[in-house]
């Protein structure tokens, strides 16, 4: 069985603070990881994909990758209220038939 | 970024008649589309992956008979979900991927099914 896992928070952080989420994997062949973004009610929406193993900027967003470890994190710089999310880590082989892991909530309090 | 438009947003149905979510890329060719379902404070559980012009794959659990999918053309996939029951009420999310830009896949605005 394949599985990611999260922590399902919250996870609460000071307004312009970093925001550190973290997910683990269990299948060592996954080779493409996901972050998405899901507000209440809504669908989600993806943040940054990685592929390979170390950091990947995008603006505020890092992703950050460990094959050896089975482990991804994103980090959100300069946390804003409006990053107050769930958020969900993907795994795959690619992507298709991505594993979702539960999602951490994320709290940025002003 | 691509656009998947996912509809009806929000339907409530009686017990027993039969519901079909629409899901269609709107500026690419999706050559093949997922559909989720996620539960209340659950993550997206992929139901069954739909190539353009051939059947359906399901995953292990969900009944192809009750969740019909169609995937007739590379911008447009239906579920139906047939003899519905209060415990079908869920929120249902596709999203789709295909050339130019398939290195990633782009989901629907999902719909809130809910059946009473």
């Known amino acids: 069985q394949k599985e990611v896992e999260q922590n399902s928070g919250p996870l609460s952080v000071p307004e312009g603070a970093i925001a550190s989420l973290n997910c683990t994997y269990s299948?060592?062949?996954?080779?493409?990881f996901f972050w998405y973004r899901q507000y209440s009610g809504k669908s989600p929406e993806l943040i940054m994909f990685i592929y390979s193993n170390g950091d990947k900027e995008d603006g505020r967003f890092t992703a950050q990758l460990n094959k050896a470890s089975q482990y991804v994190s994103l980090l959100i710089r300069d946390s804003q209220p409006s990053d107050s999310a769930t958020y969900l880590c993907a795994v795959g082989e690619n992507t298709d038939k991505l594993i979702f892991g539960t999602g951490t909530r994320l709290q940025v309090f002003p | 970024g691509a656009v998947v438009s996912q509809h009806p947003s929000r339907v409530i149905c009686k017990s027993g008649t039969s519901v079909k979510i629409e899901c269609r890329s709107l500026d690419f060719q999706a050559t093949t589309m997922f559909w989720y379902r996620q539960f209340p404070k659950q993550s997206l559980m992929l139901m069954a992956t739909?190539?353009?012009?051939?059947?359906?794959?399901?995953e292990q659990g969900v009944e192809k008979d009750k969740f019909l999918i169609n995937h007739a053309s590379l911008t447009l996939s239906t579920l139906t979900v047939t003899s519905a029951h209060p415990e079908d009420s869920s929120f249902y999310i596709c999203s789709a991927e295909g050339a130019p830009v398939n290195t990633e896949a782009f989901f629907g605005q999902g719909t809130r099914l809910t059946v009473v």
């Open positions: 739909s190539n353009e012009g051939s059947k359906a794959t399901y």
């Open positions: 299948d060592r062949g996954s080779q493409s």
